[in-house]
């Protein structure tokens, strides 16, 4: 029997979010720059997705991700 695949929740131009039907979230980010509000908002999209499933786990493919800067950081830190 084939695996249902992960389906697209959410994208803006930092990455995209799937939920997994094997009940997690997967965020793939995107090259480049990113504005702070576009990742504010994709990490908020990944909160409503993992408690709208009452999911508990996340992949975070960040192997195209630049590092983030303090204040992105400090931002995800208390968020």
Do not use: C
Request: glycine share 6%.
């Amino acid at each position: 029997m084939p695996l249902a695949p992960p389906q697209l929740y959410f994208e803006n131009a930092v990455g995209r979010l799937y939920g997994h039907p094997d009940g997690y979230a997967i965020i793939q980010f995107n090259a480049g720059q990113r504005k702070f509000s576009e990742l504010q908002r994709l990490y908020t999209q990944l909160r409503w997705l993992l408690e709208l499933h009452r999911w508990h786990r996340f992949l975070n493919d960040q192997r195209l991700l630049d590092p983030y800067n303090p204040e992105e950081a400090a931002w995800i830190v208390n968020h």
